[in-house]
């Protein structure tokens, strides 16, 4: 029989009542009670069938929070029913991590394949949920014909211009933000050596913003990187970077700051909340793009407590800032989690298990939220 997922929950009803008035809206998480608390979710999975219950979903509490709350989804996990289910309970947008990607999306100079963005947009459209498009222009996960193709400067141009205004025309109206450009900026500060720098030059950059703009007027555009969260290099040079954009009148509206981080090296708070009011100074709106927080494996109780932390820590920068609108990590379970595969030796990073549990961070994410209500 089909393990209903409110059963999972059931027990953290009392939790999530108490964060309000107990102490853990104090920032005190009383850690031995979510220790037992997860300890009986995971009990309650392997004993129990079917139990109906109503409580606030992350979900629920974000939009309560002004605030999108999300994850990178793969067409073919949607198939999986307590994926699916979990992400349209718990998340109020998605983000594309591959379908429109130019390799997967732009397989051949003549023919596109929207297959699979089209399902993961139309199970948002029909689960009320916003849809983030990941990426335009990349230096990865290029075709064979980009990759190895040998053009004129014009020619360059004109495939980037046209893979542009098709996929984002295509999408107009459905997509509320696109990553339109990620990861220019090398991590020393200067601009990436890619494709498209050595075969246009830099203002391709500009010129797939004002594409992207022209393609979707209403659609949100972002610039995307990892790396760039707090005060650094990188940092410095995204922003010179956008303010040079804006200055121009380049439609530009947002900066995404990935988090992908470690449970070893963390980014500072304090320092990724000073670069995010320095982009809103500008004008321009932050999401938090691709977060999770690996760990080095086997993962510990206490390592789960301090990964739950670091989420708080950075959602309150996000509710705090004046324009920060989504928090998304990249992914939601740690059955599918992209880190095992990049980082050996290290997982853990998101915050379900691999038996759609929820971690501690679940419950840390919740008391966040709950925490800022109480505030206003």
Request: net charge negative; charged share 25%; glycine share 6%.
């Given at each position: 029989m089909l393990l209903?997922?409110?059963l ?5 009803i009392g939790?999530?009542?108490g964060?309000a008035?107990?102490?853990i809206?104090r920032?005190?998480?009383?850690e031995?009670e ?6 009986q979710i ?5 004993q129990?069938?079917v139990?109906?219950?109503?409580i ?6 974000a939009e ?15 198939d ?17 991590e ?17 297959s699979?963005?089209?399902y993961i947009?139309s199970?948002a459209e029909?689960?009320?949920m ?8 990349w230096?990865?996960?290029l075709p064979s ?17 046209e893979h ?7 999408y107009?109206g459905?997509i509320?933000?696109?990553d ?6 090398a991590?020393?500060g200067?601009l ?9 030059g830099?203002e391709?950059?500009?010129m797939?913003f004002?594409?992207?703009h ?15 969260e707090?005060l ?7 922003y010179?970077?956008v303010k040079?954009?804006?200055e ?7 900066v ?6 470690s ?13 995010i009011?320095?982009l809103?100074d500008?004008g321009?709106?932050?999401h938090?793009?691709?977060m999770?927080v690996?760990i080095r494996m086997?993962a ?6 301090e990964?739950a ?18 928090f998304?990590m ?12 990049y980082?050996?030796?290290y ?13 501690p961070?679940?419950y ?7 925490e ?5």
């Amino acid at each position: 029989m089909l393990l209903r997922r409110e059963l999972l929950y059931g027990v953290i009803i009392g939790l999530i009542a108490g964060l309000a008035i107990g102490s853990i809206i104090r920032g005190m998480m009383i850690e031995t009670e979510i220790r037992d608390l997860y300890n009986q979710i995971s009990d309650l999975k392997r004993q129990i069938m079917v139990v109906k219950v109503a409580i606030p979903s992350l979900r629920n509490l974000a939009e309560k929070c002004g605030i999108y709350i999300g994850a990178a989804v793969e067409r073919s996990l949607l198939d999986i029913p307590d994926y699916a289910y979990a992400l349209k309970q718990e998340f109020n947008i998605l983000t594309t991590e591959n379908a429109l990607k130019f390799g997967p999306v732009h397989p051949q100079r003549d023919a596109y394949s929207f297959s699979d963005a089209d399902y993961i947009i139309s199970f948002a459209e029909s689960n009320g949920m916003k849809v983030r498009g990941h990426t335009l222009v990349w230096h990865q996960q290029l075709p064979s014909w980009v990759a190895q193709g040998n053009y004129s400067r014009e020619e360059w141009i004109s495939i980037i211009r046209e893979h542009i205004m098709t996929v984002v025309g295509r999408y107009k109206g459905r997509i509320y933000a696109w990553d339109v450009i990620n990861e220019a900026i090398a991590d020393d500060g200067t601009l990436r050596d890619t494709i498209w720098l050595r075969n246009i030059g830099p203002e391709y950059i500009e010129m797939a913003f004002r594409w992207a703009h022209e393609a979707d007027p209403q659609a949100i555009l972002f610039y995307n990187d990892y790396g760039a969260e707090g005060l650094n290099v990188k940092s410095n040079a995204i922003y010179n970077l956008v303010k040079s954009l804006l200055e121009k009148g380049v439609p530009i509206h947002g900066v995404g700051l990935q988090m992908h981080v470690s449970l070893e090296n963390p980014s500072n708070p304090q320092e990724v909340a000073a670069n995010i009011k320095r982009l809103n100074d500008l004008g321009l709106e932050v999401h938090i793009t691709e977060m999770d927080v690996r760990i080095r494996m086997p993962a510990r109780w206490e390592d789960l407590v301090e990964q739950a932390k670091i989420y708080r820590d950075f959602l309150r920068v996000c509710l705090s800032a004046e324009r920060c609108k989504a928090f998304v990590m990249w992914g939601f379970t740690d059955k599918y989690s992209w880190i095992p595969g990049y980082f050996s030796g290290y997982g853990a990073a998101l915050i379900f298990d691999e038996s759609y549990v929820p971690k501690p961070a679940y419950y840390y994410i919740a008391a966040t939220f709950i925490e800022h209500l109480t505030k206003k």
